[in-house]
Each structure stands twice: as C-alpha cells, then as structure tokens.
C-alpha cells in the first residue's frame, strides 16, 4: 500500500509557481527556484520544437509555471511563463499579437484591422532575404539589391 504522506508530498509537487534562477541557453535548460529550493537542470516547453522550431527563452528572473509528472521534481518541464506586476501582459485586445523587447523593439498584428507594426529602436536595422533579393531599413537609409526590379503602377 502506498504511502500517504509520500503520496501526499509528491501531489503538491505536480505544480508549481517559480522564477528562473539559472540559465543554461546552450543545454536549453534552467534552474527554478520554488521557495527555497532550486530545482535540477530542466527543459523548457517552446511552441515548436520538431521539424520546426522556435526560440524566445526565459530569462533569468522571469516567473514561470512549472510541472513535474508524478510530483517527481527531477522529471520536470517548464510550460511556460505567467505574467507579473514587474512585467505585464504588453496587449490587452484579444485580437492582437504582441511582442516587446527589453531594447523597446516591438512587433505587433491586429487582425480585426489587419495591420501588421515592427518597430525598432534607433540604430537597429529590419533586413527581409528572399534568394537573390534583400531589402535592409536603417537609420542610414534603405537599401534594396535585387537582380531585376519592377515598378508596376
């Protein structure tokens, strides 16, 4: 018969609130800290991760959610992170995406008014590579290389 207060313990540790202590971005794993304690080396979910792939990785100090099967704290994952007072929610539409950067770069899309918004701070630059042709925005000016270009009114 299994024990109940092990029982007990390892089902409150199915789930749990944290912040990342510790990043290791080449291994793609972090440290948690729950409380007092710092979690082993874990994994993080992405969005895709097979044929394709994503990568935008918590950061140190960044509230995430953690579960761990079994209450087993070694076997655990990262599902993702939670909004916080320090860093909240950057939207508050439910039909927009919205990304913001620490450097204040932004990329967002409405798609009730379908309209697509990159901006990026002075002295960062936008490059688009399609093959042969580029088109690279900066504060210098635009640039656009391309073996032929057409003008169409």
């Known amino acids: 018969m299994a024990d109940p207060v092990e029982t007990e313990r390892r089902l409150s540790n199915v789930v749990h609130y ?4 510790e990043a290791d971005y080449t291994k793609a794993r972090l440290r948690i800290r729950i409380g007092e ?12 991760a097979g044929g394709d792939r994503s990568w935008h990785p918590p950061e ?12 087993d704290l070694n076997q655990a994952c990262v599902l993702g992170s ?4 320090k860093h909240g929610a950057p939207a508050d539409k439910a039909t927009v995406t919205r990304t913001v950067w620490k450097d204040g770069a932004t990329l967002e899309y409405d798609r ?3 309209a697509y918004a990159l901006d990026v701070p002075v002295g960062g630059t936008i490059e688009l590579r399609c093959g042969a042709s580029s088109l690279r925005i900066g ?4 640039v656009l290389k391309a073996p032929r270009i057409d003008l169409n009114p």
């Open 139 to 142: 504060n210098d000016g635009i």
């Open 112 to 114: 009730e008014t379908h």
């Open 37 to 48: 304690n710092v979690t082993t080396w874990i994994p993080w979910a992405a969005s895709r």
């Open 18 to 21: 944290g912040t990342v202590e």
């Open 60 to 71: 140190v100090g960044e509230q995430i959610l953690l579960v761990a099967p079994g209450g």
């Open 82 to 85: 939670v909004y916080q007072t």
